[in-house]
C-alpha cells in the first residue's frame, strides 16, 4: 500500500532554499513516476514538476525552471523537491503524487496516490 508522506515545508524568507522529501512508507515509491504539485490560496494545483521511476526523464514548469530540481533515491522511497531562490510567489501547499503509469505526467488527475501537503511560506 502507498503511503506518500512529504516534509520539509516551513517559513523562508525570499532567495532562500528548502528541501521538501516525499517518502513512502508502503516502500513502493521505487515503481512510480512521481509529481510535485502545489496549490496556493484562491489557486487551481498546478505541477510543479515530475520524474519517471529510473529519473531518466523530468519535467519543470516554467515558473521554476532553474531554480527547482526534482531528484529520487529509490533505495530509500523517497523523492525530494530542491527550491532554491524561493520567491513569495512560490508560496503555496506542496503535494507529492505518483503514478503507476511511469509518465511525468502534469494533470493531477492521472495521479493514483497522493500525500497530505506540507506548507511552503516565503515571505518577502
Known amino acids: 500500500q502507498v503511503q506518500l508522506v512529504e516534509s520539509g515545508g516551513g517559513l523562508v524568507q525570499a532567495g532562500g532554499s528548502l528541501r521538501l522529501s516525499c517518502a513512502d512508507s508502503g516502500r513502493t515509491l521505487s515503481r512510480l513516476a512521481m509529481g510535485w504539485f502545489r496549490q496556493a490560496p484562491g489557486k487551481e494545483r498546478e505541477i510543479v514538476a515530475a520524474i519517471t521511476y529510473s529519473g531518466g526523464s523530468t519535467y519543470y514548469t516554467d515558473s521554476v525552471k532553474g531554480r527547482f530540481t526534482i531528484s529520487r533515491d529509490n533505495s530509500k522511497n523517497t523523492v525530494y523537491l530542491q527550491m532554491n531562490s524561493l520567491k513569495p510567489e512560490d508560496t503555496a501547499v506542496y503535494y507529492c503524487?505518483?503514478?503507476?503509469?511511469?509518465?511525468?505526467?502534469?494533470?493531477?488527475?492521472?495521479?493514483?496516490?497522493w500525500g497530505q501537503g506540507t506548507q511552503v511560506t516565503v515571505s518577502s
Open positions: 503524487a505518483g503514478n503507476r503509469a511511469n509518465l511525468p505526467y502534469t494533470n493531477g488527475h492521472l495521479y493514483n496516490y
